[in-house]
């Protein structure tokens, strides 16, 4: 079940899309020195994250760096209660940094309002999650379409482009099914193709195999691997499956709030390998 960090993301989410969508804020400019950022797409510099429960102060990151380029698939772990949840929210632009600077594609967002936030989110963004936060009264087609409401462009072309991305996931023969009609990797997979229904240049992912089983996690994430490879997104993983992080390029561990440890990702030639030929079971066995 989801707890209640998790309802409120999901609110949070549907607030961010509703607010870009009622109140388009100006996009803020990328800083001036191009050079800098043209390559690197997420830099934390010093990045604490504080939480005060009444007299309980939480320190849940304790002075965060890190670098993350274009095109590069990362993957976060480290024990419960580490920080991990809380760097991909300062990441996706679902929270703020208590104190540090926080550059998204040049943009520093740590001193943006919530609409430009929200906007910024929704531009750049896509989220996936453990719990799916699909919204159960749409079918497929229709949770897909959902962030392409501020797009400028009408609906046929909305529902073309929704169609085009449940076929890249391969369930162009369930655009019609409502959620609870779906299995949970189906359900994942749709989360999927409404991540990229904005052509985000990131792809934020908190644990998005935790809910399923272990051969599904596995085709899960070599579409997400097959994604990020195809369109170059970059790809933020949180998980606790070392088998998971190994297909990434880097491996980034953290503790206590730090990064504790950098390693290069085992299995991750070996995955681009096997990509060249990848044919998820859902392919072949299409009923
Ligand atoms: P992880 O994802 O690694 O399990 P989190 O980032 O969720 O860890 O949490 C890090 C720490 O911050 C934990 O001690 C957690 O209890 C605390 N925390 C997370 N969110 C909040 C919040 N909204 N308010 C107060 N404390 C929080
Ligand atoms: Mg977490």
Not at 58 to 78: C, H, P, T, Y
Not at 125 to 138: A, D, H, M, N
Request: glycine content about 8%.
């Amino acid at each position: 079940m989801a707890g209640t960090r998790e309802r409120e993301i999901g609110r949070n989410l549907k607030a961010g899309y509703r607010r870009a969508a009622a109140k388009p804020a100006a996009m803020p400019a990328p800083a001036k020195n191009m050079e800098e950022c043209e390559k690197t797409v997420l830099r934390l510099q010093g990045v604490t994250k504080r939480y005060t429960l009444g007299e309980t102060i939480v320190d849940a990151l304790r002075g965060v760096d890190l670098e993350v380029k274009k095109g590069d698939s990362i993957s976060i772990m480290g024990p419960s209660g580490s920080g991990k949840s809380t760097l991909l929210h300062i990441l996706g632009c679902l929270d703020i940094p208590s104190t540090g600077k926080y550059y998204l594609d040049g943009i520093d967002v740590s001193t943006l309002s919530s609409d430009a936030l929200a906007q910024v989110r929704a531009k750049k963004i896509g989220f996936v999650f453990q719990f799916f936060y699909l919204i159960p009264s749409l079918n497929a087609v229709e949770n897909v379409m959902l962030p392409m409401v501020f797009d400028s462009v009408g609906e046929e072309e909305r529902f073309r482009r929704a169609e085009k991305l449940l076929n890249d996931v391969g369930l162009s023969h369930r655009m019609y099914h409502k959620p609870n009609e779906l299995s949970g990797g189906e359900r994942q997979r749709v989360a999927i193709a409404r991540a990229l229904s904005q052509e985000p240049a990131v792809l934020l992912a908190d644990e998005p195999t935790g809910n399923l089983d272990s051969v599904v996690g596995e085709e899960i994430i070599s579409l997400f691997h097959k994604l990020h490879h195809d369109k170059c997104i970059t790809l933020v993983t949180v998980t606790h499956d070392p088998g998971i992080a190994n297909y990434s390029d880097k491996i980034i561990y953290i503790k206590d709030g730090r990064v504790v440890d950098i390693s290069k990702g085992k299995n991750h030639a070996a995955l681009k390998e096997r990509l060249k030929t990848f044919v998820p079971s859902w392919e072949k066995n299409k009923r």
